[in-house]
C-alpha cells in the first residue's frame, strides 16, 4: 500500500512540483496536496486517484518497495 512518505519522497528525488505531479497523474494539485499531507499509509481517498499517482511517479523513473520497509528509489536508467 502506498503511503504519503513514499509520495512526497518520490517526488522529492524527481524533483517534481506538486503541480506537475497533479498534472501527470491527471488529478488536482489540492489532491496531491491532501494526499501528501497525511501520514502512513493513504487509507483515505480514492483508489483510482492514488493508482494514478502512483503510476505518474513509476513512469518518471521511481521504483517503490513495501515489505517491512516501504519506500522508494530511483529506476535505474537502461543503456540504449
Known amino acids: 500500500m502506498l503511503t504519503a512518505e513514499q509520495i512526497r519522497a518520490a ?3 524527481l524533483r517534481l512540483e506538486q503541480s506537475e505531479l497533479a498534472a501527470a ?3 488536482s494539485v489540492e489532491t496531491v496536496k491532501r494526499l501528501e499531507g497525511q501520514d ?3 487509507l483515505t ?3 483510482a486517484t492514488i493508482d494514478a499517482i502512483e503510476k505518474a511517479l513509476i513512469k518518471a523513473g521511481v ?3 513495501n515489505g517491512d520497509e516501504p519506500g522508494v528509489k ?4 537502461r543503456k540504449r
Open 11 to 13: 517526488r522529492a528525488m
Open 25 to 27: 497523474a491527471g488529478v
Open 40 to 42: 502512513g499509509p493513504l
Open 45 to 47: 481517498g480514492r483508489a
Open 63 to 65: 521504483e517503490f518497495t
Open 74 to 77: 530511483l529506476r535505474a536508467k
